[in-house]
């Protein structure tokens, strides 16, 4: 009985991440076709909209993700990108950018 339930819970975790894996490529799909500032301004004004505790959540999530992109190869086309991921990830180092949840 017991290794039914943890099954279920792996097929419920692999089936969520395969929904959210599905949900972020739509969103990186966008994101590639409008390069303006447009999806990175409604998702700022819709993550106001958040508890204060999501709110605090996604730029912690944000930051993990821009520190651990600091190690991604990069080429002329990203370069930059990195770069500045890498000056994040020192600023953490240094100043200890951890987002407490509240």
């Known amino acids: ?33 409008d390069n303006a500032t447009t999806p990175a301004d409604v998702f700022e004004k819709l993550l106001r909209l958040e508890h204060r505790t999501h709110q605090a959540n996604i730029i912690r999530f944000m930051l993990h993700v821009l520190k651990n992109y600091a190690d991604a190869n990069s080429d002329l086309r990203n370069e930059r990108a990195v770069e500045i991921c890498k000056l994040i990830r020192g600023l953490d180092e240094k100043e200890n950018l951890h987002v407490p949840y509240i």
Not at 2 to 22: I, K, N, P, Q, W
């Open 1 to 33: 009985m017991e290794t039914e339930s943890v099954h279920d819970y792996e097929d419920f975790r692999e089936a969520t991440r395969l929904e959210m894996e599905g949900q972020c490529k739509r969103a990186l799909e966008f994101m590639r076709w």
